[in-house]
């Protein structure tokens, strides 16, 4: 397959992409997180494309994107608590999960054969897509299952170059880790995923407190698999101290002990921001993905408010392999 890229600045760009949706095709697009895969989420054909083209495990849900609580109520049964979150953070970086509503139109292949959907309604094209389609748009992280997240239409380039017909090109994504993923309960809030949403923000807008997902749980939404987002070469995390040869991905004016001996640097901010750090991350991450890159040390990064969501996607780029990398 040969691989187009338009760029969102081209008045062609949407309508091509809204065609080839409608025909049951894959498109890569920018959302203000990362780049997704999109695929109609009522259409099983298109679905399976996703996980053949992202080589992604069929038991990991996929999220699906509305442009706003109208189709949201279409497809799932909208409680007060997810009312409230999504006055709060829609348009925005948070999924809501929530029970599927009797009949809904997103296809099984979405929710992994789970009773609950996963939905959020991003800023941007991916939205105005879904509105002019009238559907659901299924869209994960545009990369091959496990590997680094793309934040660039180059990234996107490198990892699903002809696995998909239609790149948009919007440019970098200026939060750079996927959305915070939430399950709302009546007395409390599951987070299922971490990210530019951060606890105290949910707290504040619901006032309910905030609880993890138990270890052994099993996977209820997309970014739970333990081994993700890795990179070729093996991490090592929270490194005090540079060994000679290792790649080193920085944080921070202050350098890690032996940073003379890396092989290369990447910091994902000088000046220790962790917004800046969580738009970085997985750009760093795809700047050592090589099979020459052997070992990436990272050095500690704080982790409360984002830095929770920046560490919680670097421990699962350092763990033990569970999937195949494509």
Wanted: with cysteine; hydrophobic share 45%; glycine share 10%.
């Amino acid at each position: 397959m040969e691989t187009e890229t338009l760029s969102l600045a081209d008045p062609a760009a949407e309508a091509r992409a809204l065609a080839l949706l409608a025909a049951g095709e894959l498109v890569a697009l920018p959302t203000e997180t990362v780049y997704g895969l999109a695929a109609d989420a009522t259409n099983g054909a298109a679905v399976a494309k996703i996980f053949a083209a992202k080589g992604r495990p069929s038991f990991n849900p996929l999220i699906c994107h509305v442009p706003g609580l109208a189709m949201a109520r279409d497809l799932a049964l909208v409680g007060a608590v997810a009312e409230t979150l999504a006055g709060a953070f829609w348009p925005g970086p948070l999924t809501i999960v929530m029970p599927l509503k009797p009949g809904s139109a997103v296809h099984p292949l979405c929710t992994a054969g789970l009773p609950t959907v996963a939905l959020r309604c991003p800023r941007g094209v991916v939205a105005r897509l879904a509105e002019a389609l009238g559907r659901p748009i299924a869209a994960p992280s545009a990369n091959p299952s496990g590997r680094v997240s793309a934040t660039t239409a180059d990234h996107v380039r490198q990892g699903l170059g002809g696995r998909v017909p239609l790149i948009l090109d919007g440019g970098p994504c200026p939060v750079g880790v996927e959305s915070t993923i939430v399950l709302p309960q009546d007395d409390h809030l599951v987070l299922l995923r971490p990210g530019r949403i951060d606890r105290a923000a949910l707290t504040e807008a619901t006032g309910l407190p905030v609880r993890s997902r138990g270890e052994g749980d099993a996977v209820t939404a997309p970014g739970q698999l333990a081994s993700h987002y890795a990179p070729a070469g093996r991490v090592r995390l929270d490194a005090a101290r540079i060994e000679p040869g290792e790649h080193v991905i920085a944080f921070g004016p202050q350098p890690s002990a032996g940073i003379e001996q890396a092989a290369a640097v990447v910091n994902l901010s000088p000046r220790g921001d962790l917004i800046e750090a969580a738009a970085n991350l997985f750009a760093a991450l795809a700047a050592f993905d090589s099979p020459d890159i052997a070992r990436i040390a990272v050095a500690p990064i704080p982790r409360e408010g984002l830095g929770e969501a920046i560490n919680d996607r670097l421990q699962r780029a350092a763990a033990p392999r569970t999937v195949t990398l494509r």
